[in-house]
């Protein structure tokens, strides 16, 4: 295996932890969807989770990697930040689904752009359809509009998610020597690690206030 | 809407309620999940489960019917099935998946064989890809292959679910009074209905020897 091929089985694989992380937050979570219509609405992001896992789990294989150890081995670091992360209500359960999959969906963006044209192909398929947390926009605008006072504390635990989300992206970059080479290959420097995660911290501002979160 | 049309909304919704539950289900029996390997195939289980799901929405929809309202006015029927089946164990568990599934699958089948041929073509396509939850197979297998003293005990536990299964699946069917008469049309009477139902234990036989059970 070429290192090339090694390191986009790593990226890959992280992914897919990733992905499998985030099908079991919402399997946690929806336990506290309170109708039937959100509990279905869940279960139907469950499945685009699960669509995105498959979609990289063939890419995983094909780059000579193994799907099962690749979420064994990460599944640490992605369990630490929903661990950390745990919503103590619904409205915090949703803005964290709207705001969670944002940030995966930009972490994915950001690692695309500086990767080979054929990485970032897979990449960009597999965040295509990540919208389908919008849901939790109408249901958190709901909420604020029926009850003002829910927006303050709500805002505090979208800003915690963001500082949550930066922190452990850098532990989950950590973790793999060869993904951080083919992120910041050249160059390296902590300038490109902070514009990379710049173009995250802005474009959260830009979904809390889809929110209603200022 | 015409009679039909209305009961082949009633029809849909049921499969549709039926198979919501049996996605939460594998939602709540994937924290007995013992290693991250079961854990992504209970995932993709789901994420099977959810695929039949939207394609029954669809019909429901079409048909006339509310896919939510249908979930939700079934949903007591078959939580009960499940809270008189609730698992003690992994093993017990995985036969559940397995001998749940295939109880299902007849119990459509059985559904198809009854209806118009345009409903037989749906009813048919969304039981197409059950044969997922195989996997249960190897593992109880190797279950008993290591220990087989489990063997009796998940036998008991697999004639239960059977007995269970046709209880609840009497009392769904007792819901709705136009699906009974789409199924048992121009007949209706107990020799019908007991035949439906021999079907399906015959082929409960079947799968306890897969699993290895007597």
């Known amino acids: ?30 336990a506290m969807a309170p109708t039937t219509a959100d509990r279905v609405a869940i279960a139907r992001l469950i499945a685009a989770e699960m669509a995105h896992f498959e979609e990289l789990a063939v890419e995983v294989s094909a ?16 369990d630490d930040y ?8 619904w409205h915090e359960a949703l803005v964290k689904m709207y705001i969670g999959d944002g940030l995966a969906a930009d972490f994915y963006t950001e690692l695309a752009d500086r990767m ?9 398929s597999v965040m295509g359809s990540t919208g389908s947390s919008r849901f939790a926009v109408d249901r958190v605008r709901a909420a604020i509009a029926a009850d003002p006072a829910v927006r303050s504390p709500l805002t505090l635990w979208g800003r915690r998610l963001l ?33 990379f995660f710049d173009g995250i911290a802005a474009r959260h501002g830009e979904r809390m206030a889809d929110l209603g979160l200022a």
Chains 1, 2 share one sequence.
Not at 82 to 89: C, D, E, F, L, W
Request: aromatic share 6%; proline share 3%; glycine share 8%.
């Open 63 to 78: 780059a000579g990697g193994d799907p099962d150890d690749a979420v064994a081995s990460h599944t640490k670091v992605f």
């Open 1 to 30: 295996m070429s290192n090339t091929s090694n390191a986009n089985a790593k990226l890959y694989g992280l992914l897919l932890a990733g992905e499998f992380a985030a099908c079991y937050r919402l399997i946690d979570e929806s």
């Open 82 to 89: 929903h661990r950390a992360t745990t919503p103590s209500s």
């Open 163 to 195: 500082g949550e989300a930066i922190t452990h992206m850098q532990w989950v970059l950590a973790e793999e020597d060869d993904v951080m080479d083919l992120l910041f290959s050249g160059d390296g420097s902590l300038a490109t690690a902070a514009s």
């Open 116 to 124: 080979p044209a054929d990485v970032q192909g897979v990449v960009k």
